[in-house]
């Protein structure tokens, strides 16, 4: 579904990614894990379009995007949920989720989207006339994932969902996303909580100051002594 070859990116004269190659197959939830400062969030910006490759290819669905105007990888089926959420905290719940289904194909399904979102987070439905900044950090991240889900997307991208939260909100997430990615959405999660992570993803890389390092099955990278202590701290 998605082939990234030899990505590079820059900032200015400084490289944040060298190189990068690997795939994510349909169906699949694909988490890339690493230290602060390996260049995770770069890696999902460049993926959604917010940030542009100096080199190097990103493929999906077969197309080549790497050149996509940024407003164009909606429209392509990639929606993100950045680090941060950037929720329109002034406007209600239901505004935000109405923003996620601006385009055409996702304005006629708005009706049963926003009613597949209600049932993934029920906490939602009754708070859709409140604004976004009154939601406690766990609803806005909620709100995030409902928002990016409105668009209908064939791959979500989620940058460092449980960043800030109580472990059982974290728990409530990521078996939501788990659900998500069970329904046929397929899923490229970047996150520090490392053995979450692990325990929803179907394969895992390793990213460590731009590289890859790594990559497997959970089971492979945590039966691995310098992959455990190095990068999952366990």
Known sequence: MLEVHDLQVTYGHATA???LSFELRDGELLCIVGPNGAGK?????????VLRARAGRIRFEGHDITALPPHRFCAAGIAIVPEGRRLFTSMSVQENLDMGSMLPDAKVRRAQSLEAVLALFPVLKTKLAQPAGELSGGQQQMLAIGRALMSRPRLLLLDEPSLGLSPLIVRELFAAIGRVNGEGTSVLLVEQNVMMALGIAHRAYVLEEGR???EGTPQELIERDEIRRSYLGV
């Open 41 to 49: 969030t770069t890696l999902i910006s460049t993926l959604a379009g």
């Open 17 to 19: 990614l060298w190189g």
């Open 212 to 214: 890859m390092v790594a």
